[in-house]
Nanobody, 121 residues
Framework: QLQLVESGGGLVQAGGSLRLSCAAS????????MGWYRQAPGKQRELVAI???????NYADSVKGRVTISRDNAKNTVYLQMISLKPEDTAVYYC???????????????WGQGTQVTVSS
């Protein structure tokens, strides 16, 4: 069984910063990708940023220049550093992982439970 445990959400004023963390634990053989999605009330879940096993990154246009995704391979942890936050960044942020599990290296997608980020104007 694999778990994704998120931390770092909260309330911040516009222009402020937050750092989200997501630690993966379990029978992980390999990581194809880890990233962050978000879902605002009444909207669909959308990609914020993702980092592949090889270290390539991809960002949503709405956050480019304000968000940096990074990963600590030894800790199976992914981070999302957000600066210059805007009220429109308010959403539940979900950690996502595409993993190879167990000795068969079976591929599975996992989601975290979500962490609330609220940016006040």
């Amino acid at each position: 069984q694999l778990q994704l445990v998120e931390s770092g959400g909260g309330l911040v004023q516009a222009g402020g910063s937050l750092r989200l963390s997501c630690a993966a634990s379990g029978s992980i053989f390999g990581i194809n990708a880890m990233g962050w999605y978000r879902q605002a009330p009444g909207k669909q879940r959308e990609l914020v940023a993702i980092i592949t096993g090889g270290g390539s990154t991809n960002y949503a246009d709405s956050v480019k220049g304000r968000v940096t995704i990074s990963r600590d391979n030894a800790k199976n942890t992914v981070y999302l550093q957000m600066i210059s936050l805007k009220p429109e960044d308010t959403a539940v942020y979900y950690c996502y992982g595409d993993f190879q599990i167990g000795y068969l290296k079976s591929r599975y997608d996992y989601w975290g439970q979500g962490t609330q980020v609220t940016v006040s104007s």
